[in-house]
């Protein structure tokens, strides 16, 4: 799905879902993180946040650490975790 698409989407949200999801969001993960902390975490291997760096550093023009890689595929995957719980819910 292309960003664009994603962003149509988005925008033709109903506010009081968007604030509904965002609720639920916040309420689902605070359970997430006290019933079952290690569920959440991530592996993510070397290579896949080198592409990461490589990727993002030719689009921004800055220079990126491996943390600044992992963070930005933590948030990148919030994102669309975000969206998806957005879409079931419509």
Known sequence: ?????????????RVGNRANAMKATRRDAGRQIETA???????????????????????????????????????VSGFFRILAEWHKMD
């Not at 799905?1 to 949200?13: D, E, P, R, V, Y």
């Not at 291997?45 to 220079?63: H, I, K, N, Q, W």
Request: charged share 30%; glycine share 2%.
């Open 1 to 13: 799905m292309q960003i664009s698409t994603i962003l149509a989407l988005t925008a033709q949200s």
């Open 37 to 75: 902390p290690s569920s959440r975490v991530r592996a993510v291997d070397d290579a896949f946040l080198e592409r990461t760096v490589r990727l993002f550093e030719a689009r921004t023009g800055r220079s990126l650490s491996k943390e600044d890689a992992r963070q930005i595929v933590e948030n």
